[in-house]
T-cell receptor
Framework: DVKVTQSSRYLVKRTGEKVFLECVQDMDHENMFWYRQDPGLGLRLIYFSYDVKMKEKGDIPEGYSVSREKKERFSLILESASTNQTSMYLC?????????????FGEGSRLTVL | RKEVEQDPGPFNVPEGATVAFNCTYSNSASQSFFWYRQDCRKEPKLLMSVYSSGNEDGRFTAQLNRASQYISLLIRDSKLSDSATYLCVVPNAGGTSYGKLTFGQGTILTVHP
């Protein structure tokens, strides 16, 4: 089975702290994604990557950056956390293909910024 | 029109009922569509894909209407275990990047005894 593992299920951080969210997948997928999920807004794409060292902005990249140094690992970085970044963060991976619809998600990281 | 928009719900139905959700999309060039299921406090998982006019898998039927730009999900003989949030998903709905998916906000279904 495909496994996408997010390093932390629950985090509590203070405003202004730097936050790292790590994601690792074990299926050699080229594509990796970071979404945030908020009530009433659904899943919104923050960043994605279709290859090592490649990244593209999603719909809401402001306040975030990402790193993809190895194929299996995709990190989301909040340089200076703010309270409006309190959310559920979901990492996903998929195989290439313009109409590929199957994303494999991690269990999510619930971040609270105080 | 939003890129992907769903019935807001929530839908509360008794066991055995038939329930249908609709989803509209804005990009007429989209070729394939997907329904995901998300259980409470869990990650989303692919439920069904729709590449042509429709797809059926047991009690679940997904239909596509390209002219009106909507897809639907029909659940027959609802079970308690069908209670979840159902997400409508459209690839490249923004008409931009490779492999990008856009999710609707989800429709909550609760099946009660």
């Amino acid at each position: 089975d495909v496994k996408v593992t997010q390093s932390s299920r629950y985090l509590v951080k203070r405003t202004g702290e730097k936050v790292f969210l790590e994601c690792v997948q074990d299926m050699d997928h080229e594509n990796m994604f970071w979404y945030r999920q908020d009530p009433g807004l659904g899943l919104r794409l923050i960043y994605f990557s279709y290859d090592v060292k490649m990244k593209e902005k999603g719909d809401i990249p402001e306040g975030y950056s990402v790193s993809r140094e190895k194929k299996e690992r995709f990190s989301l970085i909040l340089e200076s956390a703010s309270t409006n970044q309190t959310s559920m963060y979901l990492c996903a991976s998929s195989t290439p293909g313009g109409n590929t619809g199957e994303l494999f998600f991690g269990e999510g990281s619930r971040l609270t910024v105080l | 029109r939003k890129e992907v928009e769903q019935d807001p719900g929530p839908f509360n139905v008794p066991e055995g009922a038939t329930v249908a959700f609709n989803c509209t999309y804005s990009n007429s060039a989209s070729q394939s569509f997907f329904w995901y299921r998300q259980d409470c406090r869990k990650e989303p998982k692919l439920l069904m894909s729709v590449y042509s006019s429709g797809n059926e898998d047991g009690r679940f039927t997904a239909q596509l209407n390209r002219a009106s730009q909507y897809i639907s999900l029909l659940i027959r003989d609802s079970k308690l275990s069908d209670s979840a949030t159902y997400l409508c998903v459209v690839p490249n709905a923004g008409g931009t990047s490779y492999g990008k998916l856009t999710f609707g906000q989800g429709t909550i279904l609760t099946v009660h005894p």
